[in-house]
């Protein structure tokens, strides 16, 4: 009897959405269980590092990784997994891109930290503490002082394959179950496509698949944009034509196109198709051609009533963007220091 494939899994800077997804294939599951074997998952099994590195170079047939990459464990970790993999994949927009996560990169570390810890309406935080590398802790009852050590941030959050080789790559966010299915059913039967690709989803927009796309019209021209938030959108209609910013035209299909579904418009989720450059550029450039008007006014009366443009085009795209963000333009000064606690 052949030896099961063995499979990893390890989630960095993300919400926890991706092991969610895992856990939706529901009945699936079990025929997942048989299939395989997994060797690392700390997210839901009791695996340690030291499990990791006692494993043989190339033993683990696949890793699957999600989130970002953001503190410096990520970095050291999704390196040993590299290097103990066969196949590694970016599990997710997060890995993938950067995700909503990436959004910080608009600001340095220092501005993040701050927002964060010291200015949001609902923090406590009368004494400015901030995660540090180094806490020193002063144990009262032995009268004794210790230091606890905690993974420094990065400058920036990065993707995955900004830190080491990816094989693959599963879009969404999170990815559907049954877009990783489609997936893992690949790597099981061995009918990989080449690397560098996306698995488990198509190479066609996802209007191909949208249930509106019959009333969309041939050509789109809007006098108007609408946030989601100031319009129940006509059911049965193309949210596009409604004027509602849907990027279904310029975004990944495979997800069965659940948003619309749910009269919400597509937000970008499952990325660009093969060959697009930039995500956000190739989004702008659509919305561009559809507004219908030429007096520099009128358009930008139009393009102002959306307030975020950045959150709305590189959503799950900015770290691996052209744009990238203005992150790591300078050294941290506020989790480098040493908080003392009586």
């Not at 994949?89 to 959004?103: E, F, H, Q």
């Amino acid at each position: 009897m052949s030896e099961k494939p063995k499979v990893g899994w390890y989630w960095c800077a993300s919400c926890g959405g991706c092991e969610e997804s895992f856990v939706d294939l529901a009945e699936r599951l079990l025929t997942v269980f048989d299939a395989v074997d997994i060797v690392f998952c700390p997210v839901a099994m009791d695996f340690k590092k030291e499990d990791v590195e006692k494993l043989p170079d190339g033993s683990i047939t696949v890793t699957f990784i999600n989130g970002g990459i953001r503190l410096e464990e990520h970095v050291e970790m999704v390196k040993l997994l590299r290097r103990k993999s066969k196949i590694v994949i970016a599990y997710g927009a997060c890995s993938a891109w950067g995700g909503i996560p990436g959004l910080a990169n608009l600001y340095d570390l220092d501005e993040v930290l701050s927002r964060k810890y010291f200015e949001v309406p609902s923090i406590d935080n009368p004494d400015k503490v901030v995660p540090c590398k180094i806490t020193k802790v002063k144990l009262k009852e032995v009268d004794e002082e210790i230091e606890l050590e905690l993974p420094k941030a990065l400058p920036a959050l990065l993707p995955l394959d900004k830190v080491i080789e990816v094989d693959y790559y599963i879009p969404g966010c999170p990815p559907t179950p049954d877009v990783f299915w489609n997936a893992l059913e690949a790597l099981l039967k061995g009918e990989l496509p080449p690397k560098g690709s996306v698995l488990g989803a198509l190479n066609k927009s996802l209007c191909d698949e949208c249930p509106l796309n019959e009333t969309k019209p041939d050509k789109i021209l809007l006098k108007d944009l609408k946030r989601p938030h100031e319009v129940i959108p006509e059911e049965g209609k193309c949210l596009l034509a409604q004027g509602l910013l849907c990027l279904g035209p310029v975004t990944r299909g495979g997800c069965g196109a659940l948003c619309i579904k749910a009269n919400m418009p597509c937000t970008g989720c499952f990325g660009p198709l093969d060959n697009i450059i930039d995500y956000g550029g190739k989004a702008l450039s659509y919305i561009a051609s559809i507004i219908d008007f030429e007096d520099e006014p009128d358009l930008n009366k139009v393009y102002d009533k959306i307030p975020d443009w950045v959150g709305i085009l590189y959503r799950y795209y900015l770290p691996a963007s052209k744009i990238g963000g203005k992150a790591g333009l300078k050294k941290s000064k506020i989790q480098d220091r040493v908080v003392e606690y009586g």
